[in-house]
């Protein structure tokens, strides 16, 4: 099912109270709509009845498709910094309505389903759209990294990140993006073949790999982020 809920926001242009409907879950499979409005940037968008100011919700809600095998978490972007504690709290979700502690029709669906966890709004946009083009989304972090240092300009850090946008053909279009104010700067994009050249060289990525896939928030800015959960535990 799909969840609202009715809310008011003041809108951050004029101060004018905004009705909004807020969602807390998406069930993609039952309304491709949704899904095809996270991917053009227009879900959870409402303009500002006095001055006309496209307002966006941020977003906090699970994303569920059965048929692409995703159920994604989705919290908005200034909580990425507090990832490992969102991941335990995220996993007990996902445990209780698809995992160990569901009904066993729920845990057959479950086995399906890869649980993910993203911060913003073009996070959940790029695993969409790698899982419809067919990549893997580890497999595109590490490209990340690979393409940083192949950049001479990239400047990679907390609050600046790199998200893929679409996959055209062989090309993967990335863009540079301010987490927070979710701006997308400057894009490029890299060639199908550097990905498939890491998919082709699992050894010398599988410590890089296991470090990425060790929860649920499978996004190279953790590294970037202390110590990580090895450090936490
Ligand atoms: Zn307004």
Redesign the pocket.
Known sequence: MSLFRSTAIA??????D?AFDECDSVNADRRPDLREAILDGTFQTVP??????I?RMEPQFNYLEVGAGLWIAVFPGRMMPDYIEVEDAITEVFETSYGSRALPSAREIGEGLDVRLVFGWPALVEKLVLRAAGLDDTTVELLKLDLMRRLPQADMGPGRELRVTSVEGDALNFAWILTEQEVPMNGFAADRTLYDAIDEAPEAWAPIRAQLADGPFVDMQKLFMGEGRAAAE
């Open positions: 809108c951050p242009t004029c101060g004018a905004i500002c009845p006095d001055c006309g100011e307002v």
